[in-house]
């Protein structure tokens, strides 16, 4: 019996495991703690795609377990962890005493679960695009659950002014915003480099060089920067290519 043939699986399922308990910890008040789960998620998430492509393990349980293990990490968790970020801004309290609240609170905290229902459908077409393979159509779920984790713990951290992010009048806009380019057709440029000379990779060196740059002044909460920059890159490319 060969065991390495499970290695993507189980690294899958470890990518499964760290989201689940990103979720337990942004309702009990952590979010910070989430966003490391979410982060080291990621690096699961990548490492049994490309563990399976070494191995040659390739499985229908593992596509299909791919799936549900995103959607765990970068569906619910970072949805949990918009639930912490509104529970603060109206309450100045991290963990969730949603019993103590009252009827419009409740609904307030429950509204970011709907990216989990939009990471659900991003990953459902995603499954059965097939224009998809070089470069993605809308932001996928990783990418928009890594922004949101990061921006949660880049206002959990630094506190002080940027305590006023946490207002439910930018938290649900910014949810809704990310919940449209998950499911939407913008065309988003691809990062992997196929020359490592500048003509053709302006926008991925640009992205790198700010990227890093953020990572060095504002942590984990760079990573947030970095996303939104991603966005309004490929967003302007798609501008200036059709005119």
């Known amino acids: 019996m060969n065991l390495f043939k499970h290695l993507p699986n189980t690294l899958t399922c470890l990518n499964l495991l760290l989201g689940t308990i990103g979720v337990f910890l942004a309702l009990q008040g952590r979010p910070d703690l989430t966003a490391w789960c979410v982060l080291a998620a990621a690096v699961f998430d990548f490492s049994d795609g490309f563990a399976a492509r070494l191995l040659k393990a390739y ?21 949990a962890a918009y639930m912490s970020l509104i529970h603060f801004g109206m309450t100045k309290d991290w963990n969730i005493d949603f019993w103590q609240m009252n009827s419009v609170g409740q609904g307030l905290i429950l509204l970011p679960l709907i990216l989990t229902v939009f990471s659900a459908l991003r990953l459902a077409k995603f499954n059965i695009d097939t224009r998809q393979t070089e470069s993605f159509l809308g932001l996928t779920t990783t990418a928009t659950g890594m922004f949101s984790v990061s921006l ?42 196929k020359s490592f000379g500048i003509k ?28 939104l920059l991603y966005v309004l890159f490929s967003v302007g490319k798609l501008l200036f290519a059709t005119k």
Do not use: Q
């Open 59 to 79: 499985s229908d349980i593992g596509k299909e377990l791919d799936s549900l293990a995103d959607l765990i990490s970068f569906g619910l968790a970072p949805a």
């Open 152 to 193: 949660v713990h880049l206002i959990y951290t630094r506190g002080e002014g940027w305590n006023t992010l946490s207002s439910i009048y930018i938290v649900l806009p910014l949810i809704i915003v990310f919940c449209g380019l998950l499911v939407s057709e913008i065309p988003m440029f691809s990062l992997k480099f």
């Open 200 to 227: 053709g990779n302006e926008l991925r060196y640009l992205l790198l060089l700010v990227g890093l740059a953020a990572l060095l002044f504002l942590g984990v909460g760079g990573i947030a920067v970095t996303v």
